[in-house]
């Protein structure tokens, strides 16, 4: 009778758990299409974003390894637990480890540090470009609640997000010392990117399919390196879409660089690819294009993949033909609205967009911007003062001529290299890193070290809440975060927001009480 009435309740406990929509922030940028947009927050408001306080902050045993350190924060909410229902942060270590953190209390549930089997296999690098690390963000599957993260030696980990235990064994991936990115999931497939040939490794487009006892995994090489933030986006269609960074381009020859291209899944064969005109210049600039990830969304009557990169315009392709027929014509090409001085560093749109569609029907796209915008670009009709280090930019999508369009609708307040922005209820939320981006030494003798860009931070990490229509910050913390951030991003789960910083913390604002 006892374990009948049990059952009986936590089949109750379960219904109405169900009943509202999920606030999951399963995988960078909460969705497959890599959108930012926060669907089903509804506690969060332009109304009272203004009352966000530090809720907690835990820092971690983790060690950073070069300028790597935490990954972005994932969320999976309502997990049942034998301590009852639990909304649990899972957060990835440079160093190797995995870390499970309550979103109440922030107190540390489970850790898991990835042991090595046998001798250290051979690892060139360490250095900032190649540091060695674990560093791609993790991805959850809800309907098991098992997270999934890549190690340094190249395996797949999937683990129950209750206890942090294996649900099967690591399955090889990569090879041991990959640089690679956020993963994302669909149709029990894995998917990862790899950049700057980090141990000698190919980059290129990855793919392990979870449905196969063996784990096959499937590689499309790419001669630019994927470093976008967000890794690859998934089309609502299932193909897969990733912007490549510099290198040579010959399409007879199969070696792809700056370019978006569109890959079958699961089998990884190339579909379709854009290349811009001015491909020539970008890889002889250091512009590429594979330091954004793209974003895919729906507008009117089209499926839209927007891409980036340095060079500072914004491209809208069509996902029936990313290029027309000559693979060089996209729907919409942006005129330059950043990097003005055509810098590598830091200069141009970096890591991943943000896009929803607000309670009127309109569209918009968010971009972070490095650095001012570029004295030719179109006028935003709303400005905050001048943004000489860096903004979000906001543009609406629209329709001209038959086809969609961006319109600049609004720049935000200066922001020291702004991280990928997310959206929710009409808020935008975005984190100014504060991180010296600057590669070179004032001489061009060499590159800056880890230790000499961490050492001197062009200031503290700053998150802010802004209007999503009219860019006005409602909220900012100001010097509640002392450490700055590198190449991370933000997470939403019912009312909280969650971020880390180099120093190997993780916060979480809220409205408290």
Known sequence: MKRSTLLIALTVALALAQRRPSADWLTFGGDPQRSGWAHNETILNKENVKGLKLAWSLKLDNVPLELNSLTVPVVDEKVITPHGFKDLVIVGGSS??????????????????????????????????????????????????????????????????????????????????????????????????????????????????????????????????????????????????????????DVAANKFSDAVVALTPKTLELSDYYVPENQRWIDRKDLDMGNISPVVFKFKQWELVAGSGKEGVIYLLDTKSLGGADHRTPLFRSPLYTNEDVDFAGRGFWGAFATWEDEKGERWLYAPAGGPEHSTAPAFPITHGKAQDGSIMAFKVEVKDSKPVLTPAWMSTNMSVPDPPLVANGVVFVLSTGENTRQVVPSGDRLLTSAERAQAPSGNATLYALDSATGQTLYSSEKAIPGFAHFGGLAISEGRIYLVTYDSTVYSFSLGE
């Open 96 to 249: 190797d480890n995995l870390y499970a953190i309550d979103a109440d209390t922030g107190k540390l549930v489970w850790k898991k540090t990835f042991e090595m089997q046998g001798p250290p296999p051979k690892a060139s690098g360490g250095h900032w470009l190649c540091p060695n690390a674990l560093e791609t963000t993790p991805v959850i599957d809800k309907r098991s609640h098992t997270v999934y993260i890549i190690s340094r030696s190249g395996e797949l980990h999937a683990l129950n997000v209750v206890n942090g235990e294996d649900r099967f064994p690591p399955a090889k991936f990569l090879p041991p010392y990959a640089k690679d990115w956020s993963l994302n999931l669909a149709d029990g497939v894995i998917y990862t990117a790899t950049s700057q040939h980090c141990n000698g490794i190919d980059d290129g487009v990855w793919a392990m399919d979870l449905n196969d006892p063996n784990h096959a995994v499937k590689h499309w090489k790419s001669v630019g390196g994927i470093w976008g933030r967000a890794g690859v986006a998934i089309g609502f269609d299932g193909k897969i879409y990733a912007e490549l960074g510099d290198g040579a381009f």
